[in-house]
């Protein structure tokens, strides 16, 4: 299925060939101007009989898209481990309203809570529903390698910091990858108020559709367990979306 983003040229049976202004992945609803009107018009991606400009069929409800980034992200972290810039990581957690997750990459130095900010590095799930890009410079749907090639060219100096051997978080990713992708991605994040820290990786769905994961439990990624050596653990295999809240310190970016 071919990506749908702003810009996306698109024919309705009525109005004929338009330009979509914004899109929300989460609703199936697009807005999107016709020919030489001043104004939108609202049209559900389910419903209204949208197609590419090409006449391919637009199937919202046959082909749920992501709501979030952190899978293609995830994708594309594997494949830079592979090449060598092992010292990269990913940050993943959810908004205080509990409704979308956020993400950062960061290179360097492991440090979870001292990470480094770069400009295009770090978004959110509710940024991504209006907009599928992770600003960057790429393109809507590109894929893995595209990806790296866009981001390679956006920020070099920013890439090249991930240049190193960390193999313990190497391997945890990949072994995360496997389990997870193409369908979960994970939360680093938990309510503090609501009870102890987990024990195992909290799992979140990438899609509404996909059910809760109920493969073998994750451990946390090397090093985040002596962060919270003195707060209390308990084991749960899944959180679900409406228990979390942001319990990263970091200010709401």
Request: aromatic fraction near 12%; hydrophobic fraction near 35%.
């Amino acid at each position: 299925m071919k990506a749908v983003a702003p810009g996306t040229v698109i024919f309705h049976r009525y109005r004929g060939y338009g330009v979509i202004t914004s899109v929300n992945l989460m609703t199936g609803w697009i807005s999107a101007r016709f020919g030489g009107e001043g104004r939108t018009l609202d049209l559900n991606l389910s419903c209204d009989q949208v197609q590419h400009a090409d006449g391919e069929p637009i199937y919202y409800r046959r082909s749920a898209p992501d709501r979030m980034p952190h899978g293609r992200i995830m994708d594309m972290m594997r494949e830079l481990h592979k090449a060598g810039y092992q010292r990269l990581y990913l940050y993943s957690w959810p908004k205080a309203s509990g409704m979308h997750w956020r993400w950062h990459l960061f290179t360097g130095p492991r440090h979870w809570m001292q990470r480094a900010w770069r400009e295009g590095w770090y978004g959110s799930g509710a940024d991504y529903n209006l907009n599928p890009v992770l600003g960057w410079g790429d393109s809507p749907g590109a894929d893995t390698h595209a990806l790296i090639s866009a981001l390679a060219k956006f920020d070099p100096s920013g890439l090249a910091n991930a240049l190193g051997r960390d193999e313990d978080h190497t391997r945890w990713f990949a072994d995360v990858c496997d389990a997870l992708l193409p369908d979960y991605t994970y939360s680093l994040g938990w309510d503090q108020q609501a009870g102890p820290r987990p024990q195992q990786l909290p799992i979140i769905p990438l899609r509404n559709i996909v059910k809760p994961y109920i493969g073998m439990p994750l451990s946390l990624p090397p090093g985040w367990g002596h962060l919270w050596s003195s707060v209390p653990r308990i084991s749960v295999n899944n959180v679900h979306s409406k228990d979390r809240v942001d319990s990263s310190s970091d200010a709401d970016r």
